[in-house]
C-alpha cells in the first residue's frame, strides 16, 4: 500500500500556472508507476497524465498535451503536475493515484488514491 497525499490546488485566471503535487509515502512507495486523474460533479474521474515507475516515460490525455507536463522525484517519492495555458474547462478536483503493476492510464481498478486538491480556472 502507498499513501498519497496532494497539493498546490487553488483560483488561477486563465492563461495562468499552476503546479500539483503528490508526495507518496509507505515501504514501497518508489516502485509505483504516478498518475493524475481530474473529476468534475456529475462526471466520471477522467485521465489526465501518467508517468512509469523506474524509466520516467509519460502520458497525457490530447486535452492537456502541449500544456501539461508531468515529472516526479525518486529522491522524494513525489510526483509533480506543472498546468500552464490553464483554461476554465480545466477546472475539476485532481486526484494523484499510484499503482504498482501497470501506468495508470484509466481509473478502472485503482486502489491508491489521494484525497484530491481544488482547481478552479476563472474566464
Known amino acids: 500500500q502507498v499513501q498519497l497525499v496532494e497539493s498546490g490546488g487553488g483560483l488561477v485566471q486563465a492563461g495562468g500556472s499552476l503546479r500539483l503535487t503528490c508526495v507518496a509515502s509507505?515501504?514501497?512507495?518508489?516502485?509505483?508507476?504516478m498518475g493524475w486523474f481530474r473529476q468534475t460533479p456529475g462526471k466520471e474521474r477522467e485521465f489526465v497524465a501518467a508517468?512509469?515507475?523506474?524509466?520516467?516515460?509519460?502520458f497525457y490525455a490530447d486535452s492537456v498535451k502541449g500544456r501539461f507536463t508531468i515529472s516526479r522525484d525518486y529522491a522524494k517519492n513525489t510526483v509533480y503536475l506543472q498546468m500552464n495555458s490553464l483554461k476554465p474547462e480545466d477546472t475539476a478536483v485532481y486526484y494523484c493515484?499510484?499503482?504498482?503493476?501497470?501506468?495508470?492510464?484509466?481509473?478502472?481498478?485503482?486502489?491508491?488514491w489521494g484525497q484530491g486538491t481544488q482547481v478552479t480556472v476563472s474566464s
Open positions: 508517468i512509469t515507475r523506474y524509466d520516467g516515460n509519460t
Open positions: 493515484a499510484a499503482d504498482n503493476k501497470r501506468v495508470p492510464v484509466s481509473s478502472l481498478g485503482l486502489e491508491n
Open positions: 509507505g515501504p514501497t512507495a518508489s516502485s509505483y508507476a
